[in-house]
């Protein structure tokens, strides 16, 4: 089973920037569908960003798209969450996710399709 670690959560002003890391130890595969999503106070859990940890396309919500960029390091096992123009409304703990099942990219946007989850960041962005 894989483990998920995150880090690089932190406060920061409207506008600036941050990047999220999420460390994957464990039985890591290829096949993995990975992604991100935030869970701001007293709100529900919602999707960010997903793609196939093998490359291929990747899955934005329409509240990050064109702010927000998904990458992966193999060698380094890690994912990473860019985040920049960021608004005070991004605030949340973040997430990073992992499911070995063939899950469409499209489909990754529902939560109960992963089954592997880090203890999260907090992100606060002050206005």
């Known amino acids: 089973q894989v483990q998920l670690v995150e880090s690089g959560g932190g406060l920061v002003q409207a506008g600036g920037s941050l990047r999220l890391s999420c460390v994957a130890s464990?039985?890591?595969?290829?096949?993995?569908?990975v992604g991100w999503f935030r869970q701001a106070p007293g709100k529900e859990r919602e999707f960010v960003a997903a793609?196939?940890?093998?490359?291929?396309?990747?899955y934005y919500a329409d509240s990050v798209k064109g702010r927000f960029t998904i990458s992966r390091d193999n060698a380094k096992n890690t994912m990473y969450l860019q985040m920049n123009s960021l608004k005070p409304e991004d605030t949340a703990v973040y997430y990073c996710?992992?499911?070995?099942?063939?899950?469409?990219?499209?489909?990754?946007?529902?939560?109960?399709?992963?089954?592997?989850w880090g203890q999260g960041t907090l992100v606060t962005v002050s206005s």
């Open positions: 996710a992992a499911t070995s099942a063939p899950v469409p990219v499209n489909l990754l946007s529902n939560d109960r399709y992963f089954d592997v």
């Open positions: 464990g039985r890591t595969r290829s096949n993995y569908r």
């Open positions: 793609f196939p940890w093998s490359g291929g396309s990747t």
